[in-house]
């Protein structure tokens, strides 16, 4: 990817401590701490239902931790002051590009709202970050015309054309095809280098998650089982973590077993 678009930011720093969350009697967070250094990518990992999204939704402030706190280069993510002074960009599972409009139009949406560029500026912009990403074919569709892995590729381009200090991504690489996945997991290592900003990412993807991060975490039912390198989860003696990274297909597992009188 070409260095000239991407300015480097001012990356921030994560500080997650103690977070606790739960829904009526429902609890899902039990106590989470972690940091990310500026710059650095961070994955966190866990099976279905382990409490990611929930966690995220607590560092972007969409939602109050009942105890705990998230700080973003020492600013407390509730406040709303936080959110100007730290620009964040979430890329989203689905894309959530808008389909009223064109992808061109979708691009240019952050620097039109904020009045933050001229529209010739606007241009040069998008036009370098579509170029970087292989999306110029794109621009004039609507991104309900495009596949799977090309909306993907919009998303991240309208994250990084904000320049971010901070990119959040939710299951980049969910409902892509193995080649697309890799190809994915490239283009997030290749933005945080570019850009400069600090990257986490949450993803059942081991792939990703081991492939591309500086650090990486593995929740489970809520607790943070496991924090440190990918070498060092690869040969992690935690036989959960073993576990999660190399499940075993059983099929004598009562979960497998055909129901009697099953139609
Ligand atoms: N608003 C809510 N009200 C009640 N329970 C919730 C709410 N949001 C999440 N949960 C519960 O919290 C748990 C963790 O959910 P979460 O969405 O964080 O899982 P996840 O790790 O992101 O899973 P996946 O990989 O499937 O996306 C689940 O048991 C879920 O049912
Ligand atoms: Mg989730």
Redesign the pocket.
Known sequence: MPTKTNRSVEAVSIKIENLHKS??D?K?LHGVSFDVEPGQIFSLM???????????RQLIALEKPDEGSVLIDGLDAQDPKTRDAIRTALVFQSGALMNSMTVYDNLALYHREHRSLSERDIKAKIQSVTEALSIEAALKKIPAELSGGMRKRVAVARAIIMEPRLILYD?PTSELDPILAATTSELIATVCKETGATSLV?T?DRQLALGISNRVGL?LS?HLEFIGTPDEMRSSDDERVQEFLNPKLDLENPRFRKKENAL
């Open positions: 829904y009526g429902t899902v866990g099976p279905s239902g382990s409490g990611k999204s929930v966690m995220l299951e949450v059942h929740l809520g």
